[in-house]
């Protein structure tokens, strides 16, 4: 029921931003009992784990990422924001959104966006 879309521009220069949305249908992002991730996957580097952001809207980041990545809420549009600067081609890959979930001292990622592929490129 709860579904998840990645959406934003396919293709970003280098040294621009990569601005992505996670629109949210079928849950609320106001629910204290989740969390919201970015995920990206790309041939040289696999899964990364990006940054997530809670329900009180603290942020936590990879430390490959933490230096120039912004995750965010909107909650009037029921949103999630990614947004990664000054992209190389390195950072050519497919990005996701996931929702977390902690049952215990489990987090499951579930579910997940079906992502969209932002390729860096001049």
């Known amino acids: 029921q709860v579904q998840l879309q990645e959406a934003g521009p396919g293709t970003v220069k280098p040294s621009q931003t990569l601005s992505l949305t996670c629109t949210i249908s079928g849950g609320s992002i106001t629910s204290p009992y989740y969390r919201w991730n970015w995920i990206r996957q790309s041939p040289g580097k696999g899964l990364e784990w990006m940054g997530v952001v809670t329900s009180d809207d603290s942020t936590y980041y990879s430390p490959s990422f933490k230096n120039r990545t912004t995750i965010s809420r909107d909650t009037s549009k029921n949103q999630v924001s990614l947004h990664l600067g000054f992209v190389s081609p390195e950072d050519t890959a497919v990005y996701y959104c996931?929702?977390?979930?902690?049952?215990?001292?489990?987090?499951?990622?579930?579910?997940w966006g079906k992502g969209t592929l932002v390729t860096v490129s001049s």
């Open positions: 996931a929702r977390e979930e902690r049952l215990g001292w489990t987090p499951i990622l579930d579910p």
